[in-house]
C-alpha cells in the first residue's frame, strides 16, 4: 500500500516542518510515502472567492495527480475537505478516479485513528514527551466538515481524533478552554475581504487559550495557527503555536531548550 503525502501550499511555503514532522510520522510507522512533485494547490482559495471556472482545471489535475495511490494524507483538515467535500461540482458521477481521490483522501490525524489505529506513539522505541500546557484550537473544516471532534451545536457524540493522539504523548498538559470549538476568524480570504472583523475574532481566541494558562496553542491546522501566530507577535503574547505533528514526531517549543 503506498500512501501520497499532499502537502498545501502554505506549508510549503511558509512551514515546510509540519510536512517534514508528517512523512517521519508515517515512516516511523510502517507506511510506504510517495511525494508527488507534480502536485500543485487543490483549488481552495479560488473556490472560496467563487471563482469555480479557474478551481475546475486545478481540481481536475489533483485528481489525475493522486488517483493512482492508494490513499492520500494531508496535514490539514481545510484542504482534505476542499477534496473530499467540495470537488464533486467538477466532476461526473461516474468519475472512478475521482471517486477513489474522493473516499481516500485523509487529514493525518483521522488517518492515524481511523486508518493506522494508533495505540501507541513512540521514537526509536522511546515514548515521545511533552512537558508543557497546551491547548487544543479546532478547526472550523476539522470540525464541521471532517467531524474530528464533537461540536457544541451537534449533540452526537464523537471522539475527539486530535486530542486521542496528545494523549500518546507523555508528560503533556491539556488546558481547558471558555469555549472549545469557537472559529478563530481565518477562514482564508474571509481574513483578506473583512480583516477587522477577522483580526477581532482572532484576538478572542488568543486571549481564551493564554487564560488558560497554555504555553502552546496545538492545532490539526496549520492555517489557522498561521492567523494566530500573527496576532499573537504583534500584542507578544506569551503563547507559541505548533501542528500537533510536530509535537507527535518529538518536536520542542522554539522558546524552549531543546
Known amino acids: ?57 486545478v481540481a481536475r489535475r489533483f485528481v489525475d495527480i493522486f488517483a493512482p495511490y492508494d490513499a492520500i494524507v494531508c496535514p490539514s483538515g481545510s484542504c482534505t475537505s476542499m477534496v473530499r467535500n467540495h470537488y ?17 483522501t485523509f487529514d493525518l490525524c483521522e488517518y492515524l485513528v481511523d486508518e493506522l489505529h494508533l495505540s501507541e506513539l513512540k521514537i526509536d522505541g ?72 477577522s483580526a477581532a475574532m482572532g484576538r478572542d481566541r488568543v486571549a481564551d487559550h493564554v487564560a488558560s494558562g497554555s504555553e502552546v496553542i496545538v492545532s490539526a491546522d496549520m492555517s489557522c495557527l498561521m492567523h494566530l501566530q500573527g496576532l499573537i507577535r504583534r500584542q507578544k503574547d506569551p503563547i507559541e503555536v505548533m501542528h500537533v505533528v510536530q509535537i507527535l514526531a518529538g518536536r520542542k517549543p522554539k522558546g524552549k531548550k531543546q
Not at 7 to 14: A, E, I, N, S, W
Not at 26 to 42: I, Y
Open 88 to 104: 464533486d461540482e467538477y466532476f461526473a458521477k461516474e468519475d472512478a478516479a475521482f471517486e477513489h481521490v474522493k473516499t481516500r
Open 1 to 57: 500500500m503506498t500512501v501520497a503525502l499532499f502537502v498545501p501550499c502554505y506549508l510549503d511555503q511558509f512551514y515546510p516542518d509540519v510536512a517534514i514532522a508528517t512523512l517521519e510520522i508515517l515512516e516511523r510507522l510502517g507506511v510506504d510515502v510517495a511525494f508527488p512533485e507534480d502536485q500543485t494547490c487543490c483549488g481552495q482559495p479560488m473556490a472560496n472567492t467563487g471563482c469555480t471556472a479557474d478551481c475546475a482545471p
Open 126 to 197: 522511546q515514548d515521545v514527551h511533552f512537558p508543557h500546557k497546551v491547548s487544543l484550537h479546532q478547526s472550523c473544516h476539522g470540525l464541521r466538515e471532517l467531524r474530528l471532534g464533537p461540536s457544541s451545536e451537534n449533540m452526537t457524540p464523537r471522539n475527539n481524533k486530535v486530542r486521542d493522539l496528545l494523549d500518546f504523548v507523555k508528560d503533556i498538559e491539556i488546558c481547558d478552554l471558555s469555549r472549545s470549538d469557537e472559529c478563530c476568524g481565518f477562514g482564508g480570504t474571509f481574513a483578506v475581504n473583512e480583516p477587522d472583523v
